[in-house]
Nanobody, 114 residues
Framework: QVQLVESGGALVQPGSSLTLSCLASGFPFGNYLMQWHRQAPGKERETVAS????????NYDPAVRGRFTISRDNAKNTLYLAMKNLKPEDTAVYYC???????WGQGTRVTVSS
C-alpha cells in the first residue's frame, strides 16, 4: 500500500523556522523525483520545490528560493522541507508528491501568523 505521510506543520510567528517531513512507503522512493506543493486558502495548488532521485538537482519557486530547502534521505524513505524566515503568505497546506506515479500525501498545515 502506497503512503506518503507528511508531518511537522504548525502555527508559527513570522520569521520563524519549521521543517516538514514526508515519510514514504509502498513504492521505491529512492527512484523517483519528489516535490513539495502547497495550497493556500482560496488559491490553486502550487509547486514549491522539487528534488531529483539522487538529490543532484533541486528547483524552487521564486517565492521561496533562499528561504526553503528541499532534501531527502533515501535510506529513510523521507523527504524534507526546511523553511526559514516564514511569512504570512507561506500559510498553506503543504503536500508531498511523487509526480511520475502521481502519489500524494494528505497534507500538513502551516500557519504563519502573529
Amino acid at each position: 500500500q502506497v503512503q506518503l505521510v507528511e508531518s511537522g506543520g504548525a502555527l508559527v510567528q513570522p520569521g520563524s523556522s519549521l521543517t516538514l517531513s514526508c515519510l514514504a512507503s509502498g513504492f521505491p522512493f529512492g527512484n523517483y523525483l519528489m516535490q513539495w506543493h502547497r495550497q493556500a486558502p482560496g488559491k490553486e495548488r502550487e509547486t514549491v520545490a522539487s528534488i531529483s532521485s539522487a538529490s543532484g538537482t533541486v528547483n524552487y519557486d521564486p517565492a521561496v528560493r533562499g528561504r526553503f530547502t528541499i532534501s531527502r534521505d533515501n535510506a529513510k524513505n523521507t523527504l524534507y522541507l526546511a523553511m526559514k524566515n516564514l511569512k504570512p503568505e507561506d500559510t498553506a497546506v503543504y503536500y508531498c508528491h511523487a509526480p511520475t506515479p502521481n502519489f500524494w500525501g494528505q497534507g500538513t498545515r502551516v500557519t504563519v501568523s502573529s
